[in-house]
């Protein structure tokens, strides 16, 4: 599978520039000590709150006066549906968003007043997915698959020209880890720009699809489960076009991570950075927050890190219950 080219990259800057916001690139001191610069990268000052709003705002730019239409449709876990209906909206297209009922109810409502047809089917990402196929098929719908496609990815990848333009000196990049889009983009901009930077890839141990299928060789199916990082579920799909290929060559490494470390992440952001971040935009912090796996990681990680705050669509009622510690996953057995 040949990689997408950074032109392409570049091309999506100008595709997506006016409508998607240039996010802050900050340092975060309750992270930072005296061997590690940490900065995070807010992708949750975006109009709809995530990243995804990059890749699907250059999808659209990229579709003929005939293709859009015909209306948009997708499969999401949440934030890439909000983010075509918003740049569907911008457009005057018409968008139908597919959602398993795994979705949190608050990113199912701010889809719907986006203005997008919203349909909910079956109870994992691959079910939404067949509905996707099916409106395809029957009504001649365009599909903006979330992650497995060139523009997606190439919209994603100017987070990596942003930080690499604001701050050369990075050593590692930590990104979220699920479909691959976002690192995929990232990473290729990054190692194009700067050959020698590290990308680590940070998944929720609970239905980590990309890593399984890294660790099988090719992609596989993983059963989805529920977890506080909810916008990194589902699969990668077995005929996998883009993603797996990139993740597989450019990321050095990747890191599986517990429900408890999630929540305590979430808590460590809102309390000691003042950020509301949902679960998955609170992996890469939580890597950097336990002593023994921070250490092991000292040498890889060099003296300057940035960390990709993903979202922060997180639904209100939970959030809180997580940093005031009286949401169920602190009831764990492993909770200190």
């Known amino acids: ?25 900050i340092p975060a001191l309750s992270l930072s000590d005296a061997q590690t610069e940490v900065r995070l990268k807010l992708e949750t000052t975006q109009p709809t709150g995530a990243f995804k709003l990059r890749g699907a705002v250059n999808a659209l730019a990229n579709l003929s006066v005939e293709q859009r239409a015909k209306g948009v449709v997708c499969a999401s876990t949440g934030n890439h549906g909000r983010a075509l209906a918003w740049a569907a909206g911008q ?28 349909r909910i089917h079956g109870n994992s990402q691959d079910a939404a997915q067949q509905l996707v196929e099916e409106l395809v098929k029957q009504q001649g719908m365009i599909e903006i698959p979330p992650f497995d496609h060139a523009d997606i990815i190439a919209g994603q990848g100017t ?15 930590i990104v979220g880890l699920s479909g691959g889009g976002l690192l995929s983009g990232i990473a290729l901009a990054a190692k194009a720009i700067k050959p020698s930077i590290r990308v680590i890839g940070v998944s929720p141990a609970r239905g980590a699809a ?27 799909g077995l005929h996998n076009r883009y993603t797996f290929a990139h993740v597989r060559r450019l990321m050095d490494e990747y890191v599986l991570l517990e429900e408890i470390e999630i929540a305590r992440s979430m808590r460590h952001l809102y309390r000691e950075e003042q950020l509301v971040a949902e679960g998955a935009a609170a992996l890469g912090a939580a890597l950097l ?16 890190v940035a960390i990709i705050v993903s979202g922060r669509n997180v639904d209100m009622d939970s959030f809180t219950a997580i940093v005031d510690g009286t949401h169920e996953v602190w009831n764990t057995p492993t909770v200190d």
């Open 1 to 25: 599978m040949k990689l997408i080219e950074l032109a392409q990259i570049y091309r999506a800057r100008r595709a997506i520039a006016g409508r998607v916001t240039r996010t802050p690139l």
């Open 91 to 118: 457009l005057g297209v018409q968008a139908t968003i597919c959602l398993s009922a795994l979705v949190p109810g608050n990113k199912v409502e701010a889809i719907r007043r986006l203005g997008a047809d919203v």
């Open 159 to 173: 987070i990596g020209l942003e930080i690499l333009e604001e701050w050369p000196e990075v050593d590692t990049l």
């Open 210 to 236: 990309m890593a399984a299928s890294l660790d099988a060789g090719k992609p596989v199916d993983v059963e989805e489960l529920a977890t506080l990082a909810d916008s990194l579920g589902g699969g990668i």
């Open 289 to 304: 927050l336990e002593p023994p796996r921070r250490a092991a990681l000292a040498e890889r990680l060099g003296r300057r």
